[in-house]
């Protein structure tokens, strides 16, 4: 017959388990919506952005969902060491992917307004650099739901390859802009577009982060590399 304390391990890990699912659906929402959210740019659809802008409450539903729960795993079963940290890294966690999903539907709305524009070649780069966001995303909750230190790790370093396609992306807008002046309102819409992306690379370290410190307890070494120079 299970103990008492058998039956609370169990409860727990249910819970967990339930809290790890939310977190799944959501980054798989949210890496879907900047998918869309490029695709529906390339082919210049606002009504398609518009359906992608609304879809990032089921997001936000979502991380709610998650800290309610997590509420009441702290209020009722009041975790300690690695059980606490798996909590304490699920809420941080579900609040990177709400800023994710909120940057994806800020790609869908300047997508709406350079509909209205001229089209500009240089907006070829985006995809590539979307695509490679969006890996970053995908791996960062992989190790989060493996504890996996290693793969971690490796999103945390790949995210300074990110800000080198970023940097040479803004350098390129840039050029459109100097070379034609008509392109100089919807390449500033695709530079925002551009750094958006570019913060989703750093949300997903923070994930990342927070999928080290579960496994290992602390902070991952050294410093995060950033490679974004276009503030210099």
Same mark, same amino acid.
């Given at each position: 017959?299970?103990?008492?304390?058998?039956?609370?391990?169990?409860?727990?890990?249910?819970?967990?388990?339930?809290?790890?699912?939310?977190?799944?659906?959501?980054?798989?929402?949210?890496?879907?919506?900047?998918?869309?959210?490029?695709?529906?740019?390339?082919?210049?659809?606002?009504?398609?952005?518009?359906?992608?802008? $609304? /879809? *990032?409450?089921?997001? %936000?539903? @979502?991380?709610?969902?998650?800290? =309610? #729960?997590?509420?009441?795993? !702290?209020?009722? &079963?009041?975790?300690?060491?690695?059980?606490?940290?798996?909590?304490?890294?699920?809420?941080?966690?579900?609040?990177?992917?709400?800023?994710?999903?909120?940057?994806?539907?800020?790609?869908?709305?300047?997508?709406?307004?350079?509909?209205?524009?001229?089209?500009?070649?240089?907006?070829?780069?985006?995809?590539?650099?979307?695509?490679? $966001? /969006? *890996?970053?995303?995908? %791996?960062? @909750?992989?190790?989060?739901?493996? =504890? #996996?230190?290693?793969?971690? !790790?490796?999103? &945390?370093?790949?995210?300074?390859?990110?800000?080198?396609?970023?940097?040479?992306?803004?350098?390129?807008?840039?050029?459109?802009?100097?070379?034609?002046?008509?392109?100089?309102?919807?390449?500033?819409?695709?530079?925002?577009?551009?750094?958006?992306?570019?913060?989703?690379?750093?949300?997903?370290?923070?994930?990342?982060?927070?999928?080290?410190?579960?496994?290992?307890? %602390?902070? @991952?070494?050294?410093?995060?590399?950033?490679?974004?120079?276009?503030?210099?």
């Amino acid at each position: 017959m299970a103990t008492s304390h058998e039956h609370i391990v169990k409860s727990f890990d249910s819970e967990l388990e339930r809290l790890y699912g939310e977190i799944s659906r959501m980054g798989e929402i949210a890496t879907s919506q900047l998918d869309s959210a490029i695709d529906v740019m390339l082919r210049r659809d606002s009504k398609a952005a518009e359906r992608i802008v $609304a /879809n *990032d409450e089921a997001i %936000d539903t @979502l991380e709610r969902e998650v800290s =309610h #729960d997590v509420l009441r795993l !702290l209020a009722l &079963r009041q975790p300690m060491a690695r059980d606490l940290r798996e909590v304490y890294g699920a809420l941080r966690i579900s609040a990177d992917i709400e800023r994710i999903g909120d940057y994806a539907a800020n790609v869908a709305k300047r997508s709406m307004v350079l509909n209205q524009l001229s089209q500009v070649e240089a907006s070829h780069g985006l995809p590539a650099l979307a695509r490679a $966001a /969006n *890996d970053l995303v995908r %791996d960062a @909750l992989v190790a989060f739901r493996t =504890h #996996d230190a290693a793969l971690a !790790l490796q999103v &945390r370093n790949r995210d300074a390859e990110l800000d080198l396609q970023y940097t040479g992306l803004f350098r390129e807008l840039l050029t459109y802009m100097m070379e034609d002046p008509r392109n100089i309102t919807p390449c500033v819409h695709l530079l925002f577009i551009a750094k958006n992306i570019e913060r989703i690379g750093d949300h997903a370290t923070n994930i990342a982060e927070s999928a080290w410190f579960i496994v290992r307890g %602390d902070t @991952l070494p050294g410093e995060r590399q950033k490679l974004d120079t276009t503030s210099s």
